[in-house]
């Protein structure tokens, strides 16, 4: 199965891989038609549709009945999308009756076929008047009702519904939602129709991912936005620093970095935005396990092994005791104890678990670890033993140094507010694709701090993709 948020970036993403609304419109609206006539041998056939693309799907179904009597009941002319607006448009070319809401919601309607095409799968809670005033209408007409997608009012991921649109039929597509076989009564038949999105598709990240995982409260407060830790440092500076850097360049609002007073006055000159704490000793050893666990207290998300070497068993009494961390470089030969994401590349991959870097040797280990690995590489491999996603984005200029410590920090943010598999989909393609608007700039001499650069426009493109 899959869930309303899962297909909406799976849409999304189709998409930026060039397979658009218009074409899966064009499928499902085909496939609700067929299902119609399998069932049905002619007569009469009332359209009921809102303002969304399921409205646009059932526009394609009604240019495809071509053997029923026609008619179109509208909730309102102002379509959200331009897809639902070029299909109603042929419709209107083509000579098809129309009523808006006003003008049937009084009327008595008589048919064979009704064809639910009000709302889709973003109904939650509540309906509105006037779409309570239609369902209860469509409900109230003696015909074989048939919802497309799934039946208007219906909470698609847990079957609740306050009024719902009761079906005979429900033409679900590429894959059925939960709430399908929650809500059997209201439901009726599902049928599951493929509207042509590739299995690989379902595969890759893109702007989707990122849709679904990255919002913004208007009403929200200082840190209700992500709390990052970041702890390293130590033989190496200025690794837990782009960590710090990118993690604020992804949306986190507030980020310390955790680092041995050995290199804090360093450290704490990269950059004024950085909230900058030390730790005892010249490097990271169990006796700051304390001090750390004091200031991950007060953080969503701990990200911890930048610039160290071997601090494993530091890192395991670390996630004993917080509830999320993401482990690299020094981290990476941890136990972990509580919600993971872990980001080693191939080599890195071979060191800590012996074999080769293969996407089932991965699969494997992530199950194994009970953790989600983000495998860093020419095309990123991310999964939690079960689900698994490519990441396609980035180029050859992002094996420079640094850009390893960039993603970790890009994963601290999103994690901060997203389940670990979500975060580390989203993360791994707004860092490969800050990476190709990087070499867009700079061709193949860009640095990691290049790549933090780039992080909000990868972001903002994908938010308005």
């Known amino acids: 199965m899959i869930t309303s948020e899962e297909m909406f970036a799976l849409d999304t993403n189709c998409r930026y891989y060039g397979l658009t609304t218009l074409q899966l419109m064009e499928n499902a609206g085909r496939a609700v038609a067929e299902e119609v006539k399998k069932r049905i041998k002619g007569g009469s056939v009332a359209v009921f549709a809102g303002t969304g693309n399921n409205a646009g799907d059932a526009f394609v179904a009604a ?70 005033e239609a369902i209860e209408k469509m409900n109230e007409i003696k015909a074989f009702k048939v919802a497309i997608d799934i039946p208007s009012g219906l909470n698609p991921d ?65 840190g209700q936005h992500g709390r990052v830790l970041v702890v390293g440092g130590s033989p190496y500076i200025g690794a837990p620093v782009l960590t710090a850097l990118a993690a604020y360049a992804a949306g986190a609002d507030i980020v310390t970095l955790l680092v041995p ?118 095309k990123d491999v991310i999964t939690d033993g079960e689900k698994i996603k490519f990441n396609v984005t980035g180029n050859e200029g992002m094996t420079v140094g640094g850009t390893g410590d960039v993603l970790a920090g890009v994963c601290g943010a999103f994690f901060a507010k997203n389940p670990a598999f979500k975060a580390a989909c989203s993360s791994a393609f707004v860092v490969g694709l800050a990476g190709d608007l990087a070499m867009k700039e700079k061709s193949f001499n860009f640095t990691a701090k290049d790549v933090i650069e780039m992080i909000p426009r990868a972001i903002k493109f994908s938010l308005e993709f």
């Open 63 to 132: 240019r495809h009945l071509k053997e029923f009597d026609v008619k179109i009941f509208l909730m309102r002319e102002d379509f959200r999308t331009e897809e639902t607006k070029k299909n109603f448009e042929i419709l209107k070319r083509a000579g098809y009756e129309v009523k808006t809401f006003h003008e049937w919601i009084d009327e008595e309607i008589e048919c064979d076929v009704v064809l639910d095409g009000l709302l889709g799968t973003g109904v939650r809670g509540k309906l509105r008047k006037d779409y309570r």
């Open 158 to 222: 847990t079957g609740e519904f306050d009024l719902a649109f009761k079906a005979d039929l429900t033409v679900t597509f590429h894959k059925p939602k939960p709430g399908l076989y929650k809500a059997k009564e209201i439901c009726g038949d599902v049928i599951v129709a493929d509207i042509g999105i590739p299995e690989y598709f379902e595969k890759l990240t893109g702007p989707g991912d990122v849709k679904i995982s990255y919002r913004r409260d208007p009403n929200a407060h200082k």
């Open 261 to 378: 007073e050995s290199i804090y006055e360093i450290a704490a000159s990269f950059s004024p935005e950085i909230i900058t704490r030390k730790l005892r000793g010249e490097e990271i050893t169990e006796e700051n396990i304390a001090e750390i666990l004091r200031f991950a207290e007060k953080h969503d998300v701990v990200v911890f092994g930048m610039g160290t070497v071997d601090k494993g068993e530091i890192a395991t009494e670390i996630s004993k005791k917080v509830k999320k961390i993401v482990l690299d470089a020094g981290g990476l030969t941890s136990k972990v104890f509580c919600e993971a994401i872990l980001t080693p590349h191939a080599g890195e991959f071979k060191r800590v678990f012996g074999k080769e870097a293969t996407v089932e040797n991965v699969k494997e280990e992530a199950k194994s670890s009970k953790a989600v690995l983000l495998l860093k590489g020419r």
